[in-house]
């Protein structure tokens, strides 16, 4: 009768490791399928903000009363939109490439070099202070890309002519209090948009993923979908290493 009883303990214990495995197995295929859907989502999306980049650069220029002040360009203020919509590295890509196209099909070729080193510094350092998740270091990053604006074509300038590159600062400063205003103003849709792009159909009030590994690259996203099906509440996420911000 003992020995009866231990065979059926065993076998019980038995299906439940397998059962056990079985989840395991299921919820890590899950995970690995939201984070391919990831990594094409974030190639989709560089290559949309680089062509919006490119678009608001080259044709959405003001120009602005008398010979000081020149063209207001909204081009800064698309970068700032990139760093909301794609929290992930490559957006300095996207800012740079973007922006560079622009003067190589302008005819401002002699920029393009200096464009694209500048503008994908502005798009790096706006995604490491959004990464922060405050209002506020989002203002800060959008100062700090408009200082590197400034002085990065003023300093390029100056190598290609001289004490002419200080003819450019009323122009440059203007542009960078335009576009800190206008970037200010697109926060609040934006960062309701890229809830929306990166939920992964969860529930967006439980909090962003900060930091989810794909492979050798990470992005910050939503609690991926897999997860949050099996109900998984550990911090980071014990299948997909995902680390979840309560």
């Not at 919820?27 to 949309?48: M, N």
């Not at 960078?176 to 967006?204: I, Q």
């Not at 099996?230 to 299948?239: D, K, T, V, W």
Request: hydrophobic share 45%; with cysteine.
């Amino acid at each position: 009768m003992a020995e009866k009883d231990q065979i059926e303990t065993e076998a019980k214990s038995s299906g439940q490791k397998m059962d056990g495995q079985r989840v395991g197995q299921g919820a890590e295929q899950k995970a690995s399928l939201a984070q391919a859907r990831s990594r094409t989502q974030i190639l989709v999306l560089t290559g949309l903000l680089t062509a919006l980049v490119f678009v608001v650069t080259r044709f959405l220029g003001i120009p602005m009363p008398g010979d000081v002040l020149g063209w207001l360009n909204l081009g800064d203020s698309s970068i700032a939109a990139s760093a909301l919509l794609l929290p992930h590295p490559l957006v300095a890509l996207a800012a740079g490439a973007g922006s560079a196209l622009s003067n190589l099909t302008s005819g401002h070729l002699i920029f393009a070099p200096a464009t694209f080193v500048i503008k994908g510094t502005m798009g790096y350092v706006l995604y490491l202070c959004i990464k922060r998740g405050t209002f506020s270091w989002y203002a800060i990053g959008v100062f700090l890309a408009e200082v590197i604006m400034v002085v990065g074509y003023t300093a390029y300038i100056f190598l290609l002519v001289d004490l002419g590159s200080l003819a450019s600062i009323p122009g440059n400063l203007f542009q960078a209090g335009a576009n800190f205003v206008l970037a200010l103003a697109l926060y609040v849709p934006l960062m309701s948009l890229r809830r929306v792009l990166w939920s992964g159909g969860t529930d967006v009030s439980r909090g962003v993923v900060s930091g989810a590994t794909l492979g050798s690259a990470q992005v910050d996203v939503l609690k991926c979908s897999a997860c949050e099906e099996l109900g998984i509440e550990s911090s980071p996420c014990s299948r997909c290493r995902n680390t979840i911000g309560h």
